[in-house]
Nanobody, 120 residues
Framework: QVQLVESGGGLVQAGGSLRLSCAASGNIFTINHMGWHRQAPGKQRELVAV???????NYAGSVKGRFTISRDNAKNTVSLQMNSLKPEDTAVYYCKVDYWNTAGRSMDAWGQGTQVTVSS
């Protein structure tokens, strides 16, 4: 079993910045992709950004140029630096990790979610 602990959400004014972090621990052999998704009220959960084990990144068009995803493979952590925040970025943000466990099974895990609220 893998646990993901998220931190860094909060309330910020439009144009401000926040940094989200997520730490993975537990039955992990190796981590493949790490990413962030978000879900706004009344909307489906959507991918925000993802980073591969080799450092390749992919972003949703709505956040490209404003958000930066990074990871520390030694610490099994992933972060999301969010700049120039807009009210439409308001959502619950979830960390997601795709990993191989010590039994050789491909698994995924989700964090509990952290609220990001951007006021206009």
């Amino acid at each position: 079993q893998v646990q993901l602990v998220e931190s860094g959400g909060g309330l910020v004014q439009a144009g401000g910045s926040l940094r989200l972090s997520c730490a993975a621990s537990g039955n992990i052999f190796t981590i493949n992709h790490m990413g962030w998704h978000r879900q706004a009220p009344g909307k489906q959960r959507e991918l925000v950004a993802v980073i591969s084990s080799g450092g390749s990144t992919n972003y949703a068009g709505s956040v490209k140029g404003r958000f930066t995803i990074s990871r520390d493979n030694a610490k099994n952590t992933v972060s999301l630096q969010m700049n120039s925040l807009k009210p439409e970025d308001t959502a619950v943000y979830y960390c997601k990790v795709d990993y191989w466990n010590t039994a050789g099974r491909s698994m995924d895990a989700w964090g509990q979610g952290t609220q990001v609220t951007v006021s206009s």
